[in-house]
């Protein structure tokens, strides 16, 4: 187990990003043209309704949540199908056998499938320019928390993909648990502005957390301290390496 | 000379309980072709995986390049290649780059004079740049091999290279398997085709449920258990055979109108033994109007060696 392969690892991370924009029509547009819709909906239609939230116009407030919605589920479901279609088609013979270990495959699957939601998280800021206005109050740490964010739910996209043994099993997380925990998560509205018993609920919800923690970086307010935040973010990422650490062991649904 | 892959007691039982390989010991020689035969379900696929490290052995170790492969499976891995029985491949992959992916996950530097080279010598050249979904399930083999090749292995497994493949590609692929050799790489290859591993292999195995049943080569083998059949026909039916007749293993039919002779040993012996028959018939004075000789091929002795241990274990 000891060294690392960087040419293997670059030839993973190239060959899952080409795949990635393979189909950059139904990858890039797709999300760009979601979160335009969310704009104008929420921003334009709904926005002008609603009262500043902590001093910031409700167009700005919702950008980090949009940006959340995109990276967890776009994180989730490349890195996912990167590892379950190999799994799927019987391709994934080539990889084990290999010379490439855990450190390996993470940093190619799992880092191609980040930077794409990358690519994503700096398209859709982009897009945002172009119906509000906003300024990041922290640019770098909104980086590194888009980073981290990127990073933990590509690893939990990863696991999910080597969990799933049918393609209805790669769909059903997502949609069972990922939508529904963002869209309640504070993405739209802050949870100051629920009724209480709702309010104690809401903080059981980790994606709150992580709404709150980028919104803190972009425009330091937030409803929740940014380092319980960002604590439980790098929890998160610490489980699922853990995860990944025990599958490889053990070569769970990889290996007979 | 040290074996360049060294199995020894391995077995492997699948989940649900099915044992797939029984003890299983098996070393193979540097630069040899090595033919591993058995019928369906016999492990071979499990034997080859399980080295490969797609399999997780219950138990047993193996050795490559004289290294533990549970433990330098880097070093050894990046020295065998592995072409797999399953046509799997990333439908929507170019050729050429599907190829220089694999040398690159190997931990290669590109190269694309070699790629080139194991291309063109694969005929995949003019397919370069088709998708992979597009070619025919021949040469989506060769691309396999192609894949399998492109890190230069010095130890290569094939898992039934020629299933499904035509005469004239088969051809071919014995052609590239033979120039494989030459370049000094040991082949590992299963097949059902078993004049395949008579035209080509040096060593040949035998599996039957998991279990080496014989391992030895391939010349050893047919003359060790290669028998020549030789059915003579008689114009006219005798009653009983003359004494210097009866010594050889001959026995006549029950009309008596046909000597049939088994023996020999696979070495060209029995052919002399026939023509000695044949003098002493004349001696005989027995006249004999037709000559039906057979020596017995590698099949023969697969068939007659997995039956037998089949009719055992009843
Ligand atoms: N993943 C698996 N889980 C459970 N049993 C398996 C698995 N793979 C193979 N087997 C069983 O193990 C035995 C050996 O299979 P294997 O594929 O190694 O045979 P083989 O000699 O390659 O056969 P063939 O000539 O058909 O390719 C068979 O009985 C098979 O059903
Ligand atoms: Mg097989």
Not at chain 2, 76 to 88: D, K
Not at chain 2, 146 to 174: I, N, S
Request: proline letters at 4%; glycine letters at 10%; a negative charge.
């Amino acid at each position: 187990m000891i060294g690392f392969n960087f040419r293997s690892t670059l030839a993973i991370y190239n060959r899952e990003l080409m795949r990635a924009l393979r189909t950059a029509f139904q990858s890039i547009l797709a999300p760009v043209l979601t979160t335009s819709l969310y704009f104008i909906v929420f921003g334009a239609a709904i926005g002008s309704r609603m009262p500043d939230l902590g001093g910031v116009d409700y167009g700005a407030f919702i950008i980090p949540g949009l940006l959340l919605l995109t990276l967890l589920s776009e994180s989730t479901s490349n890195a996912s199908f990167g590892i379950y279609m190999p799994r799927f088609t019987g391709t994934i013979y080539e990889l084990l056998s290999a010379p490439v270990g855990v450190a390996e495959t993470l940093v190619g699957f799992v880092g191609a499938a980040a930077t794409k939601s990358l690519i994503l998280a700096a398209i859709i800021l982009a897009t945002a320019t172009l119906f509000v206005d906003y300024s990041i109050a922290h640019p770098v740490l909104a980086i590194g928390y888009i980073m981290l964010v990127a990073a933990s739910f590509s690893l939990f996209g990863f696991i999910l993909g080597i969990w799933a043994d049918s393609f209805e099993k790669l769909g059903i997380i997502p949609a069972l648990f990922l939508i529904p925990l963002t869209f309640l998560g504070g993405t739209f509205y802050s949870i100051d502005m629920l009724p209480d018993p709702w309010r104690t609920i809401a903080l059981f919800n980790p994606v709150v957390y992580l709404v709150n923690g980028l919104r803190w970086t972009f425009y330091g307010s937030s409803d929740i301290n940014i380092w319980v935040s960002l604590g439980l973010t790098l929890g998160f990422l610490a489980i699922c390496v853990a995860t990944i650490a025990f599958i490889f062991k053990t070569g769970w649904r990889l290996r007979e | 000379m040290q074996p360049i892959l060294e199995v020894r007691d391995l077995t492997k039982v699948y989940q649900g309980g099915l044992k797939a390989l029984d003890s299983v010991d098996l070393a193979i020689n540097r630069g040899e072709i090595f033919a591993l035969l058995g019928p369906n379900g016999a492990g071979k696929t499990t034997l080859i995986a399980a080295i490969c490290g797609l399999v997780r052995p219950t138990g047993g170790t193996i050795s490559a390049f004289g290294e533990d492969l549970s433990k330098n499976w880097r070093s050894a891995r990046s020295r065998i290649g592995l072409v797999p029985q399953e046509l799997a491949t990333d439908m929507f992959e170019k050729v050429q780059y599907a190829v220089s992916y694999s040398r690159g996950l190997f931990g290669l530097a590109p190269n694309p004079a070699r790629i080139e080279e194991i291309l063109k010598s694969l005929s995949l050249w003019d397919k370069r740049d088709e998708q992979i979904r597009a070619l025919s399930g021949g040469m989506k083999r060769r691309v396999l091999i192609a894949k399998a090749l492109a890190h230069d292995p010095d130890l290569l497994f094939l898992d039934e290279p020629t299933a499904g493949v035509d005469v004239e590609l088969r051809r071919d692929m014995w052609k590239l398997i033979g120039e494989m050799r030459e370049r000094g790489v040991t082949i590992i290859l299963t097949t059902h085709y078993i004049e395949e591993a008579e035209e080509m292999a040096d060593r040949v195995g035998i599996i039957r449920k998991g279990q080496i049943l014989m391992v030895d080569d391939k010349e050893a083998m047919m003359s060790r258990l290669g028998r020549t059949e030789a059915i003579i026909t008689l114009p006219s039916a005798v009653a009983g055979l003359p004494d210097d007749i009866a010594t050889y293993p001959v026995t006549l039919s029950d009309d008596g109108k046909e000597l049939c002779y088994r023996g020999g040993d696979g070495s060209g012996k029995g052919k002399e033994e026939v023509a000695n028959l044949t003098k002493a018939l004349t001696r005989a004075g027995i006249d004999y109007n037709g000559i039906d000789i057979h020596e017995s091929s590698l099949e023969d002795i697969f068939v007659d060696l997995v039956e037998e241990r089949t009719g055992e274990s009843k």
